[in-house]
């Protein structure tokens, strides 16, 4: 094999200038590196699924306060101020009041 004499290769070297932009350094890039793009898509998704999480639990919540609210059964026993003065098979007499004149259908149980 060919090869140059150790005196040429030294003479090459010393020829050569020796500057500070040729020592590598780790150079700060405004892209982002593969590494950083990955985890920045895994925050993104981690805040992105919390999100859902969070506004399913909202949905949730408010559909079962008001699913209850509308469901619930309220207790009360009625109070009836009419007084029957007379009761036949099929008639019923009321004392007469502004509620007893007005002209309406009345469901007897």
Known sequence: MYTTAPCVQQEKAKALPVKDTD???RSIS???????????????RVVQA?????S???????SFYFSNAILAVTHYTPTFTLA?????AKTVTLQRTADTLTPEV????
């Open 23 to 25: 020592i590598p350094t």
């Open 30 to 44: 405004k892209t982002p590196s593969a590494s950083q793009t990955i985890l920045q898509l895994r925050i993104v």
């Open 50 to 54: 919390l999100l859902l999480l969070l």
């Open 56 to 62: 399913a639990a909202a949905i949730g919540g408010v």
């Open 84 to 88: 029957v003065t007379d009761a036949g």
């Open 106 to 109: 009345f469901e007897i149980d």
